[in-house]
T-cell receptor, first 109, second 114 residues
């Protein structure tokens, strides 16, 4: 079966760094996405990785290891507005997105 | 660019009535659109894949006669919830595929069935 695992909830302090992990087992792989979703809103795109390595985009970075079926999203200089759910999704052999359950990130002052 | 709209953004309807939700890609053509449902504090659940000019592909457990999907043009897909019941109350989100690896989400429609 297809499976994506990520922690249910994480807490971090404003100004700090947090790493959200995602492991996956899917039939085929055409890339891994990270989305941010604030409560009551639709997801917004953060990053896309299809090759191994680190992709940096401002305060957010995303890493992929295809051999390990593993990715992480790294958020630096955390701000209160970063409090949200972060969804990991893998594009399978049919380019269909398989979604993780999401990680709720709580930022404390 | 790559904007997807949904209408309405929220709707309240009585049990037994039908509700239509529209999903439009405003600045690109999308041969494929997706419909998701999300219950509170849960992740997105894919309901169906909508392909322009053909029948939608429904995920296991989703009743195709209850959730009617029509993808009549390259910029519009509609989801009709027929004979809605309170358990259909949810957040419905559509997305449109621009390229294989690019999918853009609409803002969502919150449906409340009383």
């Amino acid at each position: 079966g297809q499976n994506i695992d990520q922690p249910t909830e994480m807490t971090a302090t404003e100004g700090a760094i947090v790493q959200i992990n995602c492991t996956y087992q899917t039939s085929g792989f055409n890339g891994l996405f990270w989305y941010q979703q604030h409560a009551g809103e639709a997801p917004t795109f953060l990053s896309y990785n299809v090759l191994d390595g680190l992709e940096e985009k401002g305060r957010f970075s995303s890493f992929l290891s295809r051999s390990k079926g593993y990715s992480y999203l790294l958020l630096k200089e955390l701000q209160m507005k970063d409090s949200a759910s972060y969804l990991c999704a893998v594009s399978d052999s049919n380019y269909q997105l398989i979604w993780g359950a999401g990680t709720k990130l709580i930022i404390k002052p | 660019g790559a904007v997807v709209s949904q209408h309405p953004s929220w709707v309240i309807c009585k049990s037994g009535t039908s509700v239509k939700i529209e999903c439009r890609s405003l600045d690109f053509q999308a041969t494929t659109m997706f419909w998701y449902r999300q219950f509170p504090k849960q992740s997105l659940m894919l309901m169906a894949t909508s392909n322009e000019g053909s029948k939608a592909t429904y995920e296991q457990g989703v009743e195709k006669d209850k959730f009617l999907i029509n993808h009549a043009s390259l910029t519009l897909s509609t989801l009709t919830v027929t004979s809605a019941h309170p358990e259909d109350s949810s957040f419905y989100i559509c997305s449109a595929r621009l390229r294989e690896y690019e999918q853009y989400f609409g803002p969502g429609t919150r449906l409340t069935v009383t």
